[in-house]
C-alpha cells in the first residue's frame, strides 16, 4: 500500500483510505461481525487512514468501528466529525463540540483522534464555522483530544471560504469519473496552504458500482443511466466498474488519500487489488466517453447562500 504526507500534520496515510459510513448502514444493512473483519482485513493490507462520524448509522458507524479497533488503535489514523447526527440534524456551536468529541472518543474506545473535522459546513453559518466551530477544534487539540484538525463538505466554495485555519479538507463526490470540479481552486488552494487533501467518494456515493446507487441517491437520472451503461460496459469486459473508478482517483496526484466506503472483506480485497494496478488505457477510454455527456453535474446542497453555482437538479 503506497502512502503520502497529509499536508502539513506530517501524518503518513495510506493512498486508499477505509470510509467507514457503511458500517453505520448507511447504504444497506450490514453484518456486524463482516464490519469487524473488513477493518481488520484493511489493517493487515496496509490501510491506516480510517474515516467516521457520529452521523453515520447515527453513531452505530462510530461504535462498530472503535469496537473493531481495540487493540489495534495505534496502528491507525484515526479521523472523525462534530457538527452533523442527523440528515438535517447540525450543531456547529462550541459547546456542542466539545461535548460531540468526548462522545465520539468514548464509542471509539480512544482517549484521541488524529483527525477532527466539522462536517458538512456548507449546513452551517459559514461566519459560526470560521469564527466559532475552528476556534473550538483548536481548544480540543490543545486539550490533546485531536492531533489536527478539518474541514468537510461538497460545497467547493464554501471549502475555500473557511479554509483560513486548517490542516485539513476533505471534499467529496467532486472528483471522479462524473466530475472533476475539486482539482479547478480547492486543489490548488490545498496545495498553496499545504491543507491535507482527501477526496471522498470515488464511486460517487455508490453509482459507480454493479449494484448500482442506493435509493437516496441525490444524482440526477441521466447521470445514474450513464453509470449503469459505464457499469454494463466493464461487465462485458468482465471487469468492474468499481475498480476503475478507484484506480482512477487513486492516480489523483493532489488528494493525499482517497477515501471509499467499505464494510465487507470482499471490497476491501477488491480495493486494495485496484491500487496495485492501473486501469486499462482503453477501457478507462471507453468508459469515460460513455460518461462523457453526463460531467460534472452537481445538486443541491446545504444552505442557498453556501452553494457554489446554479445547481444542475
Ligand atoms: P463511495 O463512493 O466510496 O461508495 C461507497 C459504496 O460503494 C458502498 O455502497 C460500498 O459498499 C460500495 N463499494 C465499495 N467498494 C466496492 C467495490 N469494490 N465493489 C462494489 N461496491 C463497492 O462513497 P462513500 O462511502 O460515501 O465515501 C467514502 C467515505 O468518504 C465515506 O464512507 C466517508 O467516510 C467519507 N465521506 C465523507 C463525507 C463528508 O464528510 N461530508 C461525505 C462523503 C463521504
Redesign the pocket.
Known sequence: MKTSTLGATGLQVSRL???????GN???TEDPAECTSAVHCAIDLGINL????PY?GRTL?ETRLGAALEGKRERVVL?T?VG?YGVSDFDFSAGRIFASVDESLTRLRTDYVDLL?A??IEFGDLHQIIGETIPALREIQRQGKARFIGI???QLGTLCAAGADIDTV?S??RY?LLISDLDSELGALSEEHMWGL?N????????????GP?AWHPAPANVKQAAARAAALCRSRGL????V??QYCLEYPRAAST??????V???R??VR?ENTSADPALLAAVQAELAAVQNQTWPCGRPENRDYAQTV
Open positions: 483510505g477505509f470510509g467507514a459510513s457503511p458500517l448507511e447504504f444497506a480510517f474515516d467516521v462520524s453515520y458507524a479521523a466529525k452533523r473535522q462536517h458538512d468537510t463538505g461538497y476533505l467529496y463526490c471522479n482527501i471522498a467518494s470515488p464511486l460517487h456515493m455508490g453509482l459507480l458500482t454493479d449494484t442506493p468492474s466498474i468499481a475498480e473508478a478507484l477515501l471509499t466506503g467499505m464494510a465487507t470482499e471490497h476491501v477488491a480495493n485496484a
